[in-house]
């Protein structure tokens, strides 16, 4: 089993604040590492994949980057509709495993 | 439109069993893995299950490997999870997610949940 460590858990900031996520691996997983959004409520939205790929659709404030074992995701300028949880997934072997989630609330 | 619409939750007592159904439009189902991913409520994601787009391979979480029956019928364009022998700790949205042609793949379509409680 892959086993994931997300930091932060919570994460405070303002509308045009520069966040970073990260995640890390228990073993090296290339680049097999995505990253998710939800809100309340709501599915899970996938914002990248392949570590550093943004998904048709998303904004170009998202961006991530790493490979092997420590990942990050940066949200360059929030705003107010990136309130929201996001999630890591490792997609390298089974079982899949997600980290245990950022939240990132209004300061 | 790309969709998968989830059905079949509900409220069942522990030991019960529930299918969930994933209908699948807009797109050749038949080309793509699909899985199975749950939330408890407050709780982050806990993937469940996938199978391989011609079910050859299929995949399941410890927690429900020898209860949870992941299976698909691609002339119908369905997806679905037998559970048996349900538990209280399987109470959760179960959300049924796209992967791809290749073996590993994100889940890049969602979709909106269905609700399943375990409570006597």
């Known amino acids: 089993v892959i086993w994931m460590t997300q930091s932060p858990s919570l994460l405070s900031a303002s509308t045009g604040d520069r966040v970073t996520i990260s995640c890390r691996m228990s073993?090296?997983?290339?680049?097999?590492l995505a990253w998710y959004q939800q809100k309340p409520g709501k599915a899970p939205e996938l914002l990248i994949y392949?570590?550093?790929t943004l998904q048709s659709g998303v904004p170009s404030r998202f961006s991530g980057s790493g490979s092997g074992t420590d990942f990050t995701l940066t949200i360059s300028c929030l705003q107010s509709e990136d309130f929201a949880t996001y999630y890591c997934?490792?997609?390298?072997?089974?079982?899949?495993?997600f980290g245990q989630g950022t939240k990132v609330e209004i300061k | 439109e790309v969709q998968l619409v989830e059905s079949g939750g509900g409220l069942v007592k522990p030991g019960g069993s529930l299918r969930l159904s994933c209908a699948a439009s807009?797109?050749?189902?038949?080309?793509?893995?699909m899985n199975w991913v749950r939330q408890a409520p407050g709780k982050g994601l806990e993937w469940v299950s996938s199978?391989?787009?011609?079910?050859?391979?299929?995949y399941y979480a410890d927690s429900v490997k020898g209860r949870f029956t992941i299976s698909r019928d691609n002339a119908k364009n369905s997806l679905y999870l037998q559970m048996n022998s349900l538990r209280a700790e399987d109470t959760a949205v179960y959300y049924c997610?796209?992967?791809?042609?290749?073996?590993?793949?994100?889940?890049?379509?969602w979709g909106q949940g269905t609700m399943v409680t375990v409570s006597s």
């Open positions: 997610a796209r992967g791809g042609a290749a073996r590993n793949h994100a889940f890049d379509i």
């Open positions: 807009g797109f050749t189902f038949s080309s793509y893995s």
């Open positions: 199978i391989s787009s011609s079910s050859s391979y299929i």
């Open positions: 073993q090296g997983i290339s680049s097999y």
């Open positions: 392949a570590a550093s």
């Open positions: 997934q490792q997609y390298y072997s089974f079982p899949r495993t």
